[in-house]
Each structure stands twice: as structure tokens, then as C-alpha cells.
């Protein structure tokens, strides 16, 4: 259950949140998490990385991206 954003933040509860998703993401020493949710198609987006923060992966864009591929 979610409820809509009122256009005024783009930070609710720890979240960051978009028009159509929220995401969190985080890190620790050695291991790197992000989720993405859209809520109206019912998706949700969990990736798990053990690299450090400074690899070239960034979960946030590769999370984006696949949900542009799930979401068109």
C-alpha cells in the first residue's frame, strides 16, 4: 500500500521518490543495495552488489534502466 507523493518533496521516510517509482539505496564495507518500486505497475527492483562504493557499477542507473525496459 503507498500514497501518492504531494509534488512538494522528493524525500518521504527515507525515500527518494519520483512521479511513477521510490527507490533507497545503501552501503556498507564491501557490499551495496538498491531498490526501486512502481508501485502502479506492481514492480519491484532489488540489487545487491559486493564491490565497494567507488566500483563502476552504479546500481542506481542499472536499476532505472531496467525498469524503463519492464515498465514501457
Known amino acids: 500500500m503507498t500514497t ?7 524525500y518521504a521516510y527515507g525515500w527518494n521518490t519520483n512521479p511513477n517509482d521510490f527507490f533507497k539505496q545503501g552501503d556498507i564495507d564491501g ?7 512502481y508501485p502502479n505497475k506492481k514492480i519491484v527492483i ?6 565497494r562504493g567507488d566500483s563502476e557499477h552504479n546500481l542506481g542507473v542499472l536499476s532505472r534502466e531496467i525498469g524503463d525496459l519492464l515498465v514501457k
Open 46 to 51: 532489488a540489487l545487491l552488489c559486493n564491490t
Open 4 to 10: 501518492d507523493p504531494d509534488n512538494e518533496e522528493e
Open 31 to 37: 557490499a551495496r543495495a538498491h531498490i526501486r518500486c
